[in-house]
């Protein structure tokens, strides 16, 4: 294919009801003949692009200003998504000290006083003083200062071109377009041991939130913390709910986190629908896939090789359900492309628009079953380097 691929370097990590397991995602905004069902019964016979963090991540080391574009987990950020042909926008979500479900994706607030910089955990602080960090609502009000740490443990400044200030869950299912579905991820600190009267009662304030603001808004609830996607199960059986993991690419103490076979347990043990894996994780071990299918559920992907467009087809022919990107319109533009041929692709290509350059897309590879085959073998290898 003659794509223009995407600097992997450049691209950050990601860092998201029937008795039967068995279901596929769906969203009611673009397909003919889905339905969406209350009860948790989705069907839909399409390939998902989900924005990440709305338009994307922020990332303070890239050079890529696409990923400096809007401000992540913003109400600026998830209508900018809403604008391209995806399915659902992923964010993050943490209960304050006061009970209110707002959306940040660190588990602590870095800001600075008189030049000294200090960091307060997002979860001990009250919905008021959490709106005082970044851009204010009123004029009147002064902001407090917004930085962030860096994976090297730097304090950097949060700089974007858009700014946005900081919102609730309940400002999301206002403001944002009612036919974009919502991928809830659960936030939860790694490093922490939490009690199931605490998981229960954060869960709790979510679930609350959204019964009561969802309406008919598609909604997948996903998280890495095991016992806390088994309870927002247990809680409610509306919506869908995939259990997120590193498929071993991190090692941690829970080792229900720690490869795809332990994470398919908690799915079954728990009467979840599905799992969000690192991408990587299925590139080296393909054969999860069939593993995934065979326990009937679904399976979505999220990492630095989803904003590869090649490597989303990939995933489309190895049966995955759908992508988590950080570049929502070029990947979105990508898959529509490649998964849907015009009149033009007849002739065998096509043009589309990534950034300002225009770049040309073959037609979609017809990969016959023993070259896939092949494409599988290989991609281990790949990953590996």
Known sequence: MALKAV???DVPNLDHVPENPSLSLCTT???KGVEFEREGSFHAPKFLVIGHRGNGMNASLSTDRRMK???ENTIASFNQASTFNIDYIEFDVQVTKDDCP???????IVSKDKEILYEKRVTDITLSEFLSYGPQREQIKQEKPLLRKDKDGKYVSWNVETEDYLCTLEEAFQKVNPSLGFNIELKFDDYIVYQE???IHVLEAILNVVFEHAKDRPIVFSSFQPDAIQLVRKLQNTYPVFFLTDAGNEIYYDVRRNSMEKAINVCLV???QGIVSEVRGIFRNPAAVSKIKEAKLSLLTYGKLNNVPEAVYMQ???GVDGVIVDLVQEISEAVSYMLKPSKEEENGEVEFLQGQEHIVVEAKPPFSQRELSFLLKLIPEIIQQ
């Open 69 to 71: 574009a809007y401000k």
């Open 7 to 9: 600097h992997v370097s």
């Open 102 to 108: 707002i959306i940040f994706h660190d588990d602590f």
């Open 29 to 31: 905004r673009y397909s």
């Open 316 to 318: 489309h022919l190895m």
């Open 197 to 199: 009267d605490h998981l």
């Open 270 to 272: 728990g009467g979840l």
